[in-house]
């Protein structure tokens, strides 16, 4: 079993910039792609961003590309998603997950394990 457990989620005015954490424990987390969804209300949940096992690969939706960031600290076993540049739209609640051997793939049915999630909301 693998636990995530996201923090860094809030209330920021739009162009403002947060930085979400998930910290997991209970396996090798070097092991594992982590992943970033977010689900908006009466939305279905989408992909945000991955990263790969070894960290070499990374991967964002085309709505976040270029305003997302997406980075693990192995030895912290936590994956960051530093958001920039945020606007209504990214308003969600957001979810880490974890894949093991995974690519950071798009698809939601990939990962293995999910946080419960952390709320972000964008004022305009």
């Known amino acids: 079993q693998v636990q995530l457990v996201e923090s860094g989620g809030g209330l920021v005015q739009a162009g403002g910039s947060l930085r979400l954490s998930c910290a997991a424990s209970?396996?090798?987390?070097?092991?594992?792609?982590m992943g970033w969804f977010r689900q908006a209300p009466g939305k279905e949940r989408d992909f945000v961003a991955g990263?790969?096992?070894?960290?070499?690969?990374?991967y964002y939706a085309a709505s976040v590309k270029g305003r997302f960031t997406i980075s693990r600290d192995n030895a912290k076993n936590t994956v960051y998603l530093q958001m920039n540049s945020l606007k209504s739209e990214d308003t969600a609640v957001y979810y880490c997950?974890?894949?093991?051997w995974g690519s950071g793939a798009s698809e939601d049915w990939k990962y293995d394990y999910w946080g419960q999630g952390t709320q972000v909301t964008v004022s305009s």
């Open positions: 209970g396996r090798t987390f070097s092991n594992y792609a």
């Open positions: 990263i790969k096992w070894s960290g070499t690969n990374t």
């Open positions: 997950t974890a894949d093991l």
